[in-house]
């Protein structure tokens, strides 16, 4: 979607550069949005999982919580979707730093304004959710985190919160595919419905 370089994130970068060298064939750069921009869902994960997108180019493949999305997504028959995460390059430990999550807006912005029926987003995780309401000038100290929660973005759009279906989510039992399905399910119904 872009040219696959991104100089905005120094320590990633240099980070990313080691990981390639390790094992040539990853990918090692920014993994873009990817699905139809005709789609009135899109899901927000957090970042390239090590040995997932950050191997394979594309979000959520090749990883426990890509996986389970992808099954969950196939059994809801959900044909037309985009994915993709807040943070487009895998950060060091997975934590990615303040400062390079919101280097990363200017592509959360664009991939969004892009996808002109949209109607739901899914932000699986906090940090997913505070980067998201933050695009639409919504202060966290109002509008908490909760999984579940709808929260009206503006006139078209509405933000749908979820654990992120993480393997130590899953392991944990703080989220189950039974929960996340749940929220597919109501993105589907306010995709169509309101
Ligand atoms: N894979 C992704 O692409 N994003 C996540 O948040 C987790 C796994």
């Known amino acids: 979607m872009y040219e696959t370089e991104c100089t905005l994130c120094g320590r ?9 060298n390790k094992y040539p ?9 990817t699905g139809s921009l005709n789609s009135r869902i899109c899901v927000f994960g957090l970042a390239p999982g090590l040995h997932g997108a950050n191997k394979t180019g594309i979000p959520f493949t090749a990883d426990f919580s890509g996986q389970l999305i992808r099954e969950i997504i196939e059994e809801l028959e959900i044909d037309e979707y985009f994915i993709t995460n807040v943070v487009r390059c895998y950060p060091e ?3 990615p730093l303040t400062a390079e999550k919101n280097n990363c807006q ?5 991939e969004l ?12 995780g906090e940090v997913a959710y505070r ?25 078209k759009i509405k933000l749908i919160s979820s654990y ?20 597919f399910l109501r993105a589907i119904k306010l995709s169509y419905y309101g």
């Open 113 to 124: 304004s892009r996808l002109q029926n949209l109607k739901v987003i899914i932000a699986l």
């Open 93 to 95: 430990k997975n934590l």
């Open 131 to 155: 980067q998201i309401i933050k695009l639409y000038d919504i202060k966290y100290n109002t509008h908490k985190f909760q999984h579940g929660n709808v929260l009206k973005l503006n006139e």
């Open 12 to 20: 990633i970068k240099k980070h990313l550069q080691e990981i390639k």
């Open 25 to 33: 064939g990853y990918h090692c750069k920014p993994v873009w949005g």
């Open 164 to 183: 992120h279906c993480s393997k130590l989510n899953i392991n944990t039992h703080k989220i189950n595919k039974r929960m996340l399905k749940k929220i």
């Open 106 to 110: 200017v592509y959360n912005f664009h």
